[in-house]
């Protein structure tokens, strides 16, 4: 038995989804529905049980699982609530820690790139507590992960006792699929999909960075099926721990993320640029990229998909489907 916290969301719900195809129907979902949808992406899916998160401890006493794959988050970076977001990001995973070590269940955790601030300590996937303490995360969301990176790092220093697999996985910007519930989280492609699609004018950010031109903010844009081959290959590999940089190493602009959506629906390009809010601009990142290959180092080799690759697979399959939903 497969225990995904945060199963409904994003990145969870395709991890389910994998898992189903894989054959697995002994899949147990750890989550809140909520009201915005968010059942939809499990429409389709083959659950051995669903949990709220507040039942969680109660429901594992006496349970043997084969791993537990925590995706379960306040993944808002603009989130203020302090508590809540220690409750659900750190408390909860340091429990599932606790408890996978207790019990000799391997941990499969999502950390973010958010752990790497505005990036001048670099993007570098190095586990070593001391390289973690440089880091200086820019908003709560980032600091709860980072947080818990720290903890773990710190018992791996001390050689103290960790599950027997324990993978840390710092996503980068993760577009795809059953991302619609997340609102002003979602991708910028999700977001701005039905202006792309009608012929209205798609606005992005200006820059207010010299050197930058509008639109040339870039992230490391990753497709979610990139993320959960990741995942389902740790489940496969045992002897791997660590933490790793998830992302394709190939920073992208916002521009190109939109210009790759027109491509893909044979459009032409419809772009103005608008001022970005001051409250956001001083906590705004302008770069991320993964650096290192520590995973490939640890014997991955699935690749990950061009930009316009995936962008094309996302549309098509997706965003101009009858059903989004996978």
Known sequence: MLLVTGGAGFIGSNVVAALNEAGRSDVVVCDWLGEDGKWRNLAKRQLADFVPPEELAAWLQGRRLDAVIHMGAISAT??????LVMNSNFRLSLRLLDWCTDHGVPLIYASSAATYG??????????????????????????????FDLLVAER???????????????????FGPNEYHKGTMASVLERRFEDIKSGRVVQLFKSHREGIADGDQ???????????????????TPSVSGLFNVGTGHARSFRDLILAAYSALNQQPNIEYIDMPEQIRG????????????????????????????????????????????
Do not use: C
Request: charged share 25%.
């Open 218 to 236: 870039r992230r490391d844009f990753i497709y979610v099926d990139d993320v959960v081959r990741v995942i389902i290959w740790l489940l496969a």
């Open 78 to 83: 603009t989130a203020t609530d302090g508590d």
């Open 156 to 174: 791996v220093a001390k050689g103290q006792k960790l599950p027997p697999q324990w993978a840390g996985l710092k996503f980068f910007n993760v």
């Open 283 to 326: 906590s705004y990142q302008y770069f991320t990229e993964s650096e290192g290959d520590r995973l490939r180092q640890a014997g991955y080799n699935g690749g990950f998909t061009a930009l316009e690759e995936a962008v094309a697979a996302y549309v098509n399959g997706y965003l101009n489907a009858a059903d989004r939903y996978r």
């Open 118 to 147: 505005d990036g001048e300590q670099g993007f570098a996937d190095d586990p070593s507590l001391e390289a973690l303490k440089q880091l200086r995360p820019m908003n709560l969301y980032g600091w709860s992960k980072h947080l």
